[in-house]
């Protein structure tokens, strides 16, 4: 018996002991699937490094942005991974307020990421995130729907083709909307969609010296045409509506056709949580005819506050939640099809892969055909397809954002919207110095 108390004793301290030493390291990151998906398999990181504890703060995206901008910019030190994008990436890693990503291992394979993710997450050559996943954006919409409306979706539509289709999709009676679009509020939401869409309408935010551009005839164009569209073939309540709840309207057979981010194919294609899972097609997203479609390009990546006294830790789970590894587990338990996209050039030479997701190709191609140094068709100052990469960016998008989802919901009329979009764009740039 005091062997056995002793032996207790001292398993009860090596415990303790053990306790004391792990480390806690602390993850912001999106509520979206590919994320939640990942939590669920960390038994995989923490078997491999028992002394390190994951803790969770899983947010709505327009919350993570605000908690984890104010957190890096107050240097408040409440993370120690943050889940960011392209956008944040560039702007604060030359604030030196990220760590450069240089110990992700000898099998990382750092080159193997496809050029224009890395490119959009490095800064003078070093990369300061990590891709979890990369996406542009294009066209999903059900076969079945178009072959009834007596259509044919063409591999690179135009946005008079969206609304023709759109029009014949719709059955109200039945609860199919013909088409369904970002409404919710936020930079990141609506005027991601927004902004790629204006782009393929020859619209941009300024002009080559910083001059707002919502007075001129692109945006009217361009914000008439999205709320038109809505209003006679959107779902009600379409205001409310970001990439979530169109994901679960389109899963539940209510859009005929939906466009949006490209890293949605594996869920909606997915028959354990999708009912038109065999019946999806992909396109590239429409065009005007003027060079450029209304695709986007963004990576959701992890990325190492400078704040944190934890960056080896960190940098060890980044390492395995954006490996190839970590690609093969996701496979081993979901299939090829629900690995997270976008990211690794490895990914789509593989058969296994082109076989599962019948979307990759499409995926790829929208990758590759965005172009952040040259995103619109009139020349810019700034880079970034969807966003403006500009430090007041984040908070002129959301107040842009806002005027335009209360345009959607009808609360003020187009030219009201566009007008007060103008009066803060021009604010914004006088206060930051951009023009006098």
């Not at 010296?209 to 999205?226: A, G, I, R, S």
């Not at 990576?299 to 830790?313: E, F, H, N, Q, R």
């Amino acid at each position: 018996m005091k062997l056995r108390t002793l032996t207790l004793g001292l398993l009860s301290a090596s415990a303790l002991a053990f306790a004391a030493h792990a480390e806690s390291i602390t993850i912001a990151t999106v509520n979206n699937g590919d994320m939640v998906r990942m939590q669920k398999l960390t038994d995989d990181f923490t078997k491999a490094n028992p002394d390190i504890q994951l803790n969770w703060v899983t947010l709505e995206e327009n919350v993570l942005r605000e908690r984890v901008t104010t957190d890096i910019a107050t240097k408040g030190g409440q993370y120690d991974v943050m889940t960011i994008g392209t956008y944040e990436v560039p702007i604060w890693a030359k604030q030196s307020w990220l760590l450069p990503l240089d110990k992700l291992g000898d099998d990382y394979d750092a080159k193997d990421i496809i050029p224009a993710i890395a490119g959009g997450l490095s800064v003078d050559g070093k990369l300061y995130a990590a891709p979890f996943y990369g996406e542009s954006s294009f066209v999903m919409y059900r076969k079945d729907l178009m072959e009834k409306a007596g259509l044919k979706m063409p591999d690179a539509p135009t946005w008079d083709f969206i609304k023709q289709a759109a029009d014949k999709m719709t059955d109200r009676a039945n609860g199919v909307n013909g088409v369904c679009l970002r409404g919710k509020a936020g930079w990141g939401e609506n005027m991601a969609f927004l902004t790629a869409m204006s782009n393929s309408f020859g619209a941009r935010w300024f002009d080559e010296n910083w001059k707002p551009q919502f007075d001129q005839p692109e945006w009217k164009k361009t914000l008439q045409f999205y709320v038109d569209l809505m209003k006679a073939d959107g779902p009600e309540g379409a205001s409310s509506n970001g990439f979530n709840e169109n994901l679960a309207l389109f899963q539940q057979g209510k859009c005929g056709m939906w466009i949006d981010a490209t890293v949605a194919a594996s869920f909606v294609s997915d028959p354990k949580n999708s009912t038109v899972a065999d019946k999806v097609g992909y396109a590239l997203a429409p065009d005007n005819g003027l060079g450029k479609r209304g695709n986007w390009l963004w990576a959701w990546s992890l990325a190492i506050p400078a704040g944190t006294k934890k960056a080896d830790a960190a940098e060890k789970f980044v390492s395995w939640a954006t490996s190839k590894h970590y690609a093969e587990l996701v496979a081993s338990k979901e299939g090829w099809a629900n690995v997270p996209p976008g990211t690794r050039s490895s990914l789509y030479a593989n058969a296994e892969y082109q076989k599962a997701a019948p979307f990759a190709k499409m995926t790829l191609d929208s990758i590759n055909a965005a172009d952040p140094t040259h995103p619109t068709v009139k020349p810019v100052p700034y880079v970034g397809v969807q966003f403006v990469a500009i430090p007041e960016f984040q908070g002129l998008g959301t107040t842009v954002g806002q005027l335009f989802s209360a345009a959607l919901a009808g609360q003020s009329s187009v030219d009201d919207a566009l007008k007060q979009a103008q009066d803060a764009a021009t604010a914004a740039m006088t206060e930051g110095g951009y023009i006098k």
